[in-house]
């Protein structure tokens, strides 16, 4: 149980296109799903956290307007990255908590990795 | 602020051997806290957990303890094999609703034949 699906798993575009990376949970529903960057052998940098239905809370330094984050239903969220440039090629991961709360874990996509040329 | 402080790799160990990976954090209140293992190219998994201090988490031979005393919550497993490289994460969560997630830096581990 608890499996998460994140798509594409990877894609390579042109510098100035939009990506959408979608995020689904497939056999629960996601109260709360966040999405991560990590650079290359490093650890996961929280970029925002988003609730059904409600805008999406970014972490400071994160352009809201650069990466803009759908959280359309409980087993849905989506990630955009707008105008992509060289500078946002990563590993991109999202993961989803069934309900609140300390001792909730979450529960992690396969990462995309994104590569803009 | 919470922070959580993991042991540098990489660790090469031969299969067999025994594992520790070190982990210790910093936390105002009362975190929960996760072992989670990356493999090649893939997303996190979570390996297990601990809420409360003196809970043990276990899950496939490895075992952690929630130390409030040290503020620790090291991994081990007697007798690692092959299939175990990969990066482990330390991680704790803690705000009322748990949303405040910090992940450490993450520990490289290989075993070889």
């Known amino acids: 149980g608890a499996v998460v699906s994140q798509h594409p798993s990877r894609v390579i575009c042109k510098s100035g296109t939009s990506v959408k990376i979608e995020c689904r949970s497939l056999?629960?529903?996601?109260?709360?799903m966040f999405w991560y960057r990590q650079f290359p052998k490093q650890s996961l940098m929280l970029m925002a956290t988003?609730?059904?239905?409600?805008?999406?809370?970014?972490e400071q330094g994160v352009e809201k307007d650069k990466f803009l984050i759908n959280h359309a239903s409980l087993t849905l969220s989506t990630l955009t990255v707008t105008s992509a440039h060289p500078e946002d090629s990563s590993f991109y991961i999202c993961?989803?908590?069934?309900?609140?709360?300390?001792?909730?874990?979450?529960?992690f996509g396969d990462g995309t990795r994104l590569s803009i040329l | 602020g919470d922070s959580v402080t993991q042991m540098e790799g990489p660790v090469t160990l031969s299969e067999e051997a025994f594992l520790t990976i070190n982990c210790t954090y910093t936390?105002?209140?009362?975190?929960?806290l996760f072992w989670y293992v990356q493999y090649p190219g893939e997303g996190l998994q979570l390996l297990l957990k601990?809420?409360?201090?003196?809970d043990k988490g276990s899950n496939k031979g490895f075992e952690a303890t929630y130390r409030k005393e040290t503020t620790s919550f090291h991994l081990e497993k007697g007798s690692v094999q092959v299939s175990d490289s990969a990066v482990y994460f330390c991680?704790?969560?803690?705000?009322?609703?748990?949303?405040?997630?910090?992940f450490g830096t993450g520990t490289s581990l290989t075993v070889i034949p």
């Open positions: 991680a704790l969560s803690e705000g009322d609703t748990g949303n405040q997630f910090y």
């Open positions: 601990a809420t409360k201090a003196d």
């Open positions: 056999d629960f529903q996601a109260t709360t």
């Open positions: 993961s989803a908590r069934q309900d609140r709360g300390l001792s909730q874990p979450q529960h």
């Open positions: 936390a105002t209140g009362y975190p929960s």
């Open positions: 988003s609730n059904e239905g409600s805008k999406a809370t970014y």
